[in-house]
């Protein structure tokens, strides 16, 4: 303290006076935040954590330790220094610092899910530190004690929320197919109405793959009929998708039927599968077509009511999650997805009615059911990452809603991270599952969307299905 108080003035006092009020109540971090969240996919996912550890960190820090350890602020000391601290003096117990607490919880969370941004910011989190001793409103044990405790509580948030891997999955053998050059010989079919940026990522197909013919769906026909009509007129040797996780489904299906080799392109919002079977990039995929190189991958089947077997390629789920896809269809247009989506969420759990369901011939009360294709991880949180999609399996997860006030129990085991062992959740990986519904017909929602309403559901892996071009 002695040695920051003998400095002597210079242009780096204001710097540092603004940037310790600019974190005032974590507005600093909450604008990084807000930039980040624009930038999307890891920047979003880090911003997101960011804050939830900041908002922790300083419940902690303020609330609970201020008023347990009080401690008297550093005094002002000669003019020189009053006048270069220029801030005033906070009534709140010195110890520990609450700034540093929320600068190093930000620094820590955005570091978690991605590094890079989080190298970038610790140094301004550490001169945010830094500025509470320069200016005299705290001692250095302080800040050192504060940034501990905003780098533990940033740490603790991996209990209940798992940090989503970048690497892909892990896929069936190699299965060399046909190789394309320039993509001739395959029908790309494109999905104009998926993703936002799917006009670029179109342009980048025809770019990587000019042979290609590149096929956008009418959206007043049925997309599986558009498919079955190009491939009986053109016979493609391949055919490429360019859309959502739903588009990629139905191509998907569409591949299985005509025993032709699959082409995965990003091309809509999330693009789980596209992400997860390592088929994010343009340029590769584009490499893997034209050189022949594939993997078997595995689908999930799931047969409505003795109907026809649907794929899907991600999740279906029963409950209160394909309600909450349907709000948000709704409400879209008008508010935009992501808030849609969240306001459909806590609409849908404020009201949500148990589902009287026989799982594999056993009676249960559930919450939601989730089936996804392949094996999510981690089992004992919410799923974040798929690393198998190969071994004919489905990862069943279900939240029973048979004991006594299991809604409070899954939020409070989901929050501190001991969900693999409430009695209130089930998680299995079977090949397959067969759910029957006492009551009412309910919805059924895969990769995203509301697809069917039935009472007998029958799900089950498709092992090493389609063939799917992929840099091995």
């Given at each position: 303290?002695?040695?920051?108080?003998?400095l002597p003035p210079s242009?780096?006092?204001?710097g540092?006076?603004l940037?310790s009020?600019?974190a005032?109540h974590?507005?600093?971090?909450?604008?990084t935040?807000?930039?980040m969240?624009?930038?999307g996919?890891?920047?979003r996912?880090?911003?997101v954590r960011?804050l939830?550890?900041?908002?922790g960190a300083?419940a902690?820090?303020n609330?609970?330790?201020?008023?347990?350890?009080?401690?008297?602020?550093p005094?002002?000391g000669?003019?020189?220094?009053?006048?270069r601290?220029?801030?005033p003096?906070?009534?709140s117990?010195?110890?520990?610092?609450g700034?540093s607490a929320?600068a190093?919880?930000?620094?820590?969370?955005?570091?978690?899910?991605?590094p890079?941004?989080?190298?970038?910011?610790a140094?301004?989190?550490a001169a945010?530190?830094?500025s509470r001793?320069?200016?005299g409103?705290h001692?250095?044990s302080?800040?050192?004690?504060?940034?501990g405790v905003g780098?533990a509580?940033?740490?603790?948030?991996r209990?209940?929320?798992?940090?989503r891997s970048?690497e892909?999955?892990?896929?069936g053998p190699?299965?060399?197919s046909?190789a394309?050059?320039?993509?001739?010989?395959?029908?790309?079919?494109a999905?104009?109405g998926?993703g936002?940026?799917?006009?670029d990522?179109r342009?980048d197909?025809a770019?990587h793959m000019?042979q290609?013919?590149?096929?956008?769906?009418?959206?007043?026909?049925d997309?599986?009929?558009?498919?079955?009509d190009?491939?009986s007129?053109y016979?493609?040797k391949?055919?490429?998708?360019c859309?959502?996780d739903g588009?990629v489904?139905?191509?998907?299906d569409?591949?299985i039927?005509?025993d032709?080799?699959?082409?995965?392109?990003?091309g809509?919002?999330?693009n789980?599968?596209?992400?997860?079977?390592g088929?994010?990039?343009?340029q590769?995929?584009a490499q893997a077509?034209?050189?022949g190189?594939?993997?078997?991958v595995?689908v999930?089947?799931?047969?409505?009511?003795g109907?026809t077997?649907?794929?899907?390629?991600?999740?279906?789920?029963?409950?209160?999650?394909?309600d909450?896809?349907?709000l948000r269809?709704?409400?879209?247009?008008?508010?935009?997805?992501?808030?849609?989506?969240a306001?459909a969420m806590?609409?849908?759990?404020?009201?949500?009615e148990?589902?009287?369901?026989?799982?594999?011939?056993?009676p249960h009360?559930?919450w939601?059911l989730?089936?996804?294709?392949?094996r999510?991880s981690?089992?004992?949180q919410v799923p974040?990452?798929r690393p198998e999609?190969?071994?004919?399996?489905?990862d069943?997860r279900?939240?029973l809603a048979d004991?006594r006030?299991?809604?409070?129990?899954l939020?409070?085991?989901?929050?501190t991270?001991?969900?693999?062992t409430s009695?209130?959740?089930?998680?299995?990986?079977?090949?397959t599952v067969?759910?029957?519904i006492?009551?009412?017909?309910?919805a059924?929602a895969t990769d995203?969307e509301?697809?069917?309403d039935?009472?007998?559901?029958?799900?089950?892996s498709e092992?090493?299905?389609?063939v799917?071009?992929?840099?091995?």
């Amino acid at each position: 303290m002695r040695l920051s108080t003998d400095l002597p003035p210079s242009p780096l006092d204001g710097g540092l006076r603004l940037l310790s009020g600019a974190a005032n109540h974590s507005v600093l971090w909450m604008g990084t935040a807000a930039g980040m969240m624009l930038v999307g996919g890891r920047a979003r996912r880090a911003a997101v954590r960011g804050l939830f550890a900041v908002a922790g960190a300083s419940a902690l820090s303020n609330a609970v330790l201020k008023p347990l350890f009080p401690r008297r602020r550093p005094p002002a000391g000669t003019l020189e220094f009053a006048h270069r601290r220029g801030l005033p003096a906070p009534r709140s117990s010195s110890f520990p610092s609450g700034h540093s607490a929320s600068a190093a919880a930000f620094a820590t969370a955005v570091a978690i899910e991605y590094p890079a941004a989080g190298l970038a910011i610790a140094p301004v989190a550490a001169a945010v530190g830094y500025s509470r001793v320069h200016t005299g409103v705290h001692w250095p044990s302080d800040v050192l004690v504060g940034a501990g405790v905003g780098a533990a509580i940033a740490l603790a948030t991996r209990r209940w929320w798992a940090v989503r891997s970048e690497e892909p999955a892990t896929l069936g053998p190699d299965h060399p197919s046909q190789a394309l050059p320039d993509g001739e010989g395959m029908a790309v079919f494109a999905n104009p109405g998926s993703g936002s940026d799917d006009g670029d990522i179109r342009a980048d197909v025809a770019k990587h793959m000019p042979q290609a013919r590149i096929v956008e769906f009418d959206a007043d026909r049925d997309f599986t009929e558009q498919i079955d009509d190009v491939v009986s007129k053109y016979s493609p040797k391949a055919l490429g998708v360019c859309g959502g996780d739903g588009t990629v489904a139905t191509v998907a299906d569409a591949a299985i039927r005509h025993d032709l080799p699959l082409a995965v392109f990003p091309g809509g919002t999330l693009n789980h599968f596209a992400r997860d079977a390592g088929a994010g990039d343009v340029q590769s995929t584009a490499q893997a077509v034209a050189e022949g190189q594939a993997e078997l991958v595995d689908v999930g089947a799931v047969q409505v009511d003795g109907a026809t077997a649907l794929t899907f390629v991600n999740t279906a789920s029963l409950g209160g999650y394909p309600d909450v896809v349907r709000l948000r269809e709704k409400w879209e247009p008008r508010i935009g997805k992501w808030p849609a989506a969240a306001l459909a969420m806590v609409r849908v759990l404020a009201s949500a009615e148990p589902l009287a369901a026989d799982i594999d011939g056993r009676p249960h009360a559930v919450w939601m059911l989730f089936v996804g294709n392949g094996r999510y991880s981690p089992a004992d949180q919410v799923p974040m990452s798929r690393p198998e999609i190969h071994r004919g399996i489905l990862d069943v997860r279900y939240l029973l809603a048979d004991h006594r006030w299991s809604r409070l129990r899954l939020v409070g085991a989901a929050l501190t991270g001991t969900l693999g062992t409430s009695r209130t959740y089930v998680q299995r990986r079977v090949p397959t599952v067969s759910v029957t519904i006492d009551g009412p017909n309910v919805a059924l929602a895969t990769d995203g969307e509301v697809i069917a309403d039935g009472r007998q559901f029958e799900f089950r892996s498709e092992p090493r299905k389609v063939v799917l071009y992929r840099q091995v």
